[in-house]
């Protein structure tokens, strides 16, 4: 049997966002997230973030900061008793400043790449998936994936998830 997911993008998603955070100090959880992650735990699903990360392609931080900071944020969950499953992002971009990340991808949403490879590496089925985020290029990627989109317009994420996941 298949696995089941949740996806979530992260900056205005997750967090508040505040352009270009790559810092733990920065980070400030928005309503419901963390309950919405434990009842994604809870009821069987993996949870995924699927996140753009422009700065790294711009040169404001690395992806050492990425990586600081997503092990930062299951820090602070396993507090609570929750995890993040797995952490994909997207360091490209086509107006970057860094060579190596300056450069169209299939992973930047709206395109699927970062959906499609945790499909593979997780075993997802995708009909049985969601994708939350805040742009409309989330809910296009979730849909290019095969995954249902969701858009989170505020409010507490925990009633958006158990609203939209029956």
Not at 16 to 44: M, S, T
Not at 56 to 79: C, P, T
Not at 86 to 98: I, L, M, R
């Amino acid at each position: 049997m298949r696995n089941k997911a949740i996806f979530f993008d992260r900056d205005g998603t997750l967090n508040v966002d505040v352009h270009y955070l790559h810092e733990p100090e920065k980070f400030i959880w928005v309503e419901g997230a963390i309950e919405a992650i434990r009842w994604a735990n809870a009821h069987g699903y993996l949870v995924i973030v699927v996140t753009n990360q422009s700065g790294i392609a711009r040169g404001y931080y690395d992806e050492a900061a990425v990586h600081r900071l997503h092990d930062w944020m299951n820090m602070e969950l396993a507090k609570c008793g929750t995890h993040i499953d797995a952490f994909y992002y997207c360091p490209h971009h086509t107006e970057g400043s860094v060579p190596a990340y300056t450069k169209q991808c299939d992973c930047r949403k709206p395109a699927p790449g970062m959906l499609l490879k945790a499909i593979a590496e997780h075993d997802i089925d995708p009909a049985a998936s969601f994708l939350f985020g805040d742009a409309e290029s989330d809910v296009v990627a979730a849909e290019n994936a095969g995954v249902q989109g969701v858009r989170y317009t505020g409010g507490s994420l925990a009633d958006c998830v158990r609203g939209a996941v029956r």
